[in-house]
């Protein structure tokens, strides 16, 4: 006999099983003005004309900013960084940490919402959607319309136009890594090699499809920061907030009521705030992880504010201490001056200055001393034994030098097979490159003993200047 319950079971497994599988929900983010929006702006066209900008500047007569992996050379201006030059890449990302764990603590999401790539894409691939199909309404009866060629259309135009834009990003994303006048010339002769061709279209697809089709969702499930975000956070950190105890309880009302008398907070409860809200959420609610701190609901509900006669504010920049204590804005202010900032920006400021200071005094020659480890030592004839060395020097600078290169350590040892002038041996290297020098040290049996002898390589620069000399130390094998 079958159960009665059983039909019941299956009902509620599959509800479960359909909430589990919820739909994404298109959202029509509303445009909105206001300073908040102005400075959004003004980030997206600092950062692009960055982007895109900084291939197309020379320096020295090259790309000023170039990172030439076929040859292992990245150029910075007038700097030059070779693969032994990790330890600057390795600072570079503490500082750009610690500069995360202080703005966070300090305001919240302040890259998220105004400087981050997701967000700034995203900004312009909707520019580019309302230009097209217009505001949000009709944006929203576009897409509930049956397709007609005029539809079909308007959508090609679009995506047309993202797709134009996500190549251009992607052909100056690679301009960083091959030469963008040599990238140009082979785009326009259709001559792209493979790896080029790969990145150009990888980069493009990427900046098409997450500004704009995943849009929200890379920043509510892709990305790591929304996750730990609040561990940086504290009852001092500024973030986006509504004041309830000034807005609740909520409701219409017309222009000229007294809304106080009817007992109703200052908000009006038109939903602009979320119109607005390019993550969609309700920021009413309380704070939420999908929020990226971009205030576009501090600017629309002060536009609303402003229509209505009451002040604004209602959606703001706040702290938690600030909403439940009725702080001011100057002890807001002066609560930002705790102990943890006060942490993070002296560890950060300790590091960019040792980074500044080592930067401005970093030797421009690096020398590498190889022993040959096919043959340990030889005899070079009856009195002379021999060991042969790799010595890698590497001219940093972007100005040709003359090295001179001695040893010492042994009385009477020989360097042999290199130019020789004034006792020592001469070798040219051009601006920025390397040299490989196979050199051969003759030292006499009398002055060694069997086993390993400790020697110096000395490299010193002759030409305009100060000499620059390294000094590497070796061993002198002897079988």
Not at 226 to 239: K, N, P
Request: aromatic content about 12%; overall charge positive.
């Amino acid at each position: 006999m079958k159960s009665p319950l059983k039909p019941q079971l299956v009902a509620q497994t599959e509800l479960v099983e359909q909430g589990l599988y919820e739909i994404r929900q298109k959202i029509y983010p509303r445009a909105v003005t206001g300073k908040f929006m102005a400075l959004r702006w003004f980030c997206v066209w600092a950062t692009q004309l960055v982007f895109y900008g900084m291939p197309w500047l020379s320096w020295n007569g090259r790309q000023a900013v170039l990172f030439d992996l076929v040859h292992r050379k990245f150029y910075i201006f007038g700097l030059v960084f070779w693969p032994q030059d990790i330890v600057y890449l390795t600072v570079l990302l503490i500082i750009s940490a610690y500069s995360l764990f202080l703005f966070t603590a300090v305001a919240g999401r302040l890259w998220c919402g105004f400087a981050c790539p997701q967000t700034v894409y995203t900004e312009i691939f909707l520019w580019i959607e309302r230009m097209i199909e217009g505001e949000r309404p009709k944006r929203m009866k576009l897409d509930q319309s049956p397709l007609t060629a005029r539809k079909v259309g308007i959508k090609a135009a679009k995506h047309a136009a993202w797709i134009a834009l996500g190549l251009w990003t992607g052909f100056t994303f690679v301009g960083y890594f091959t030469p963008i006048h040599t990238l140009a010339g082979e785009v326009a002769g259709l001559g792209l090699g493979p790896w080029e061709t790969f990145w150009i279209l990888f980069y493009g697809f990427a900046t098409y499809g997450n500004a704009g089709w995943m849009r929200e969702q890379v920043c509510k499930h892709m990305c790591p920061y929304a996750r730990f975000q609040s561990v940086m956070f504290d009852q001092d950190t500024l973030i986006i907030t509504y004041d309830g105890e000034r807005g609740e309880p909520r409701g219409a009302r017309s222009k000229t009521a007294d809304h106080k008398a009817k007992g109703l907070g200052d908000c009006v409860d038109c939903g602009i705030c979320v119109q607005v809200c390019p993550t969609g959420i309700d920021i009413r609610k309380g704070l939420q992880y999908e929020c990226i701190g971009c205030a576009a609901c501090i600017d629309g509900c002060n536009q609303v504010m402003d229509k209505v006669g009451y002040p604004r504010g209602l959606i703001r920049y706040a702290t938690d201490n600030a909403l439940k204590n009725h702080l001011s804005p100057a002890d807001v202010v002066r609560r930002v001056f705790r102990p943890r900032v006060l942490i993070y920006t002296g560890i950060l400021w300790v590091i960019i200055i040792a980074a500044g200071i080592t930067l401005y005094h970093r030797v421009p020659v690096k020398v590498d001393v190889i022993r040959d480890r096919i043959s340990l030592s030889r005899d070079a004839d009856e009195r002379e034994i021999e060991n042969v060395y790799r010595l890698q020097i590497m001219n940093t600078s972007e100005v040709g030098r003359r090295f001179l290169i001695a040893v010492s350590g042994i009385e009477g040892m020989k360097i042999k097979g290199l130019e020789n002038e004034h006792g020592r041996h001469a070798v040219e290297i051009g601006p920025a490159s390397s040299r490989m020098i196979p050199v051969r040290i003759e030292a006499d049996r009398d002055q060694v003993h069997k086993g390993v002898n400790a020697i110096v390589f000395t490299v010193q620069t002759v030409g305009e200047g100060d000499p620059i000399v390294i000094r590497e130390k070796a061993s002198f094998v002897v079988q």
